[in-house]
């Protein structure tokens, strides 16, 4: 009985070994994502024809990489999709819009300090979070698009 539970422990550890070891892998230390091409895209996000700040515009194309921006004061956006301001993949892209608050002027925020933001001066319906629900979509074309406005509307139109 004890060899046998001798043997079930051993095997379980040199199991979790190689789990371990598989997670770790043995591929280089950079990152090794593919570059995609990508447009110019900028613009506005509103609220009712009125600037929405710092919120998060999420792009997501079908079967590529999604592109992020998030609107400052004035509700100015720019997207980036490799690397900040590098613009959107072209085609049509399903968008999310989340409120994130301010930035922080402390550069300890977000790696050892965690503050909530301030409640949003405007109030945009939960639907918009996701791509899925919230009836918007964006056209990416080729040569890219320095003028896009997206005027989100309130629940009730």
């Given amino acids: 009985m004890f060899e046998t539970e001798l043997r079930r422990r051993c095997a379980m550890m040199i199991g979790g070994c190689l789990l371990m070891a598989a997670a770790a892998g043995c591929g280089p230390t950079s990152p090794s994502g593919d570059i995609v091409g990508t447009e110019p895209l900028r613009g506005r996000l509103l609220f009712r024809g009125q600037p929405l700040k710092y919120h998060q515009v999420t792009l997501m194309p079908a079967g590529d990489r999604p592109a992020v921006a998030i609107s400052g004061e004035d509700g100015t956006i720019e997207f980036g999709t ?3 301001g590098d613009g959107a993949v072209p085609g049509t892209h399903k968008v999310a819009v989340t ?3 301010p930035p922080s002027d402390n550069p300890e925020e977000g790696l050892t300090v965690f ?3 301030p409640p949003p001066e405007v109030e945009i319906d939960r639907k918009y979070a996701n791509p899925e629900t919230s009836g918007v979509t964006v056209t990416v074309p080729e040569g890219g698009d320095v003028d896009l406005t997206i005027d989100l509307e309130p629940a009730n139109g």
């Fill in 99 to 101: 409120y994130v608050g």
């Fill in 115 to 117: 503050t909530e933001p």
């Fill in 82 to 84: 490799n690397k900040p």
